[in-house]
Nanobody, 127 residues
Framework: QVQLAESGGGLVQAGDSLRLSCAHS????????LGWFRQAPGKEREFVAS????????YYGDSVKGRFTVSRDNAKNTMYLQMNSLKPEDTAVYYC????????????????????WGQGTQVTVSS
């Protein structure tokens, strides 16, 4: 069973940084490709970043490229999202997700490719 829990959200000012964590409490963390999504009030959920099982291939949504970095530590069963140069438009609930893949280097970038989701953590960026 896969259980994901996000942490690290909060209220920051524009230009600040935050690091989100996504901890997995079950087994076989390394068997899953992982991703981050976000949902702002009144908007659809948006792809933010993904990382393969191997951890060496990452993808980012256009709005966060160059500012956010996704990483994972399979030994700690944890994925991270380092967010720099935050903007008010980054304000959203951030969700981590896990999806099964047979390949170490396949990236999942669509919501329907993920089977497991965390509860979300709120990030608010003030101007």
């Amino acid at each position: 069973q896969v259980q994901l829990a996000e942490s690290g959200g909060g209220l920051v000012q524009a230009g600040d940084s935050l690091r989100l964590s996504c901890a997995h409490s079950g087994r076989a963390f390394s068997r899953y490709a992982l991703g981050w999504f976000r949902q702002a009030p009144g908007k659809e959920r948006e792809f933010v970043a993904s990382i393969t099982r191997s951890g060496d291939v990452t993808y980012y949504g256009d709005s966060v490229k160059g500012r956010f970095t996704v990483s994972r530590d399979n030994a700690k069963n944890t994925m991270y999202l380092q967010m720099n140069s935050l903007k008010p438009e980054d304000t959203a609930v951030y969700y981590c997700a896990a999806g099964s893949t047979g390949s170490l280097r396949v990236s999942l970038r669509s919501e329907n490719q993920y089977s497991y989701w965390g509860q979300g953590t709120q990030v608010t960026v003030s101007s």
